[in-house]
């Protein structure tokens, strides 16, 4: 190997290198993104498989004195009567967090003030999902 192709290759694996953390950054915002957009798509999704559970738990039930607390255990927890240390479907929701509103003909149950926290940004979610359901 003669001096002249050793430069060479030593000023192109400089490049090599400069070109690689290029694209690195730019494909790690790419899968973050990415990821980003998929949890948070999860979360919200989960949510709306609660309170849609909920729902159709109020609309069958009974209004009492218990009622508006079952249903939130419902939505929580997936069951009205959740056993001691039971968790919640996602991880920082509580009851605080379920709001029904109850009249004659249908009830209303949503998710106020919970924050879905992915690793890179928080999204919070007030008065949704919501869903209304017809009381049987």
Same mark, same amino acid.
């Given at each position: 190997m ?55 738990? #109020? ?5 009492? #004195? ?17 056993? #001691? ?12 967090n379920? #709001? ?32 209304t359901?017809?009381?049987?």
């Amino acid at each position: 190997m003669t001096m002249s192709s050793r430069r060479r290759t030593v000023a192109q694996g400089g490049s090599v290198m400069l070109e690689f953390a290029l694209a690195f950054m730019m494909l790690f915002g790419f899968f973050a993104g990415i990821f980003q957009f998929g949890y948070t798509f999860y979360a919200y999704n989960t949510l709306v498989n609660a309170v849609r559970q909920g729902a159709r738990y #109020a609309s069958g039930r009974p209004h009492d #004195a218990a009622f508006e607390n079952t249903v939130r255990n419902q939505v929580v927890y997936g069951s009205p009567n959740p056993p #001691a240390g039971a968790k919640p479907m996602l991880n920082g929701l509580t009851t605080g967090n379920v #709001a029904v509103r109850f009249t004659p003909a249908q009830v209303t149950v949503s998710i106020t003030n919970f924050q879905i926290n992915a690793v890179f940004s928080t999204v919070t979610l007030s008065d949704r999902p919501k869903i209304t359901y017809p009381v049987f």
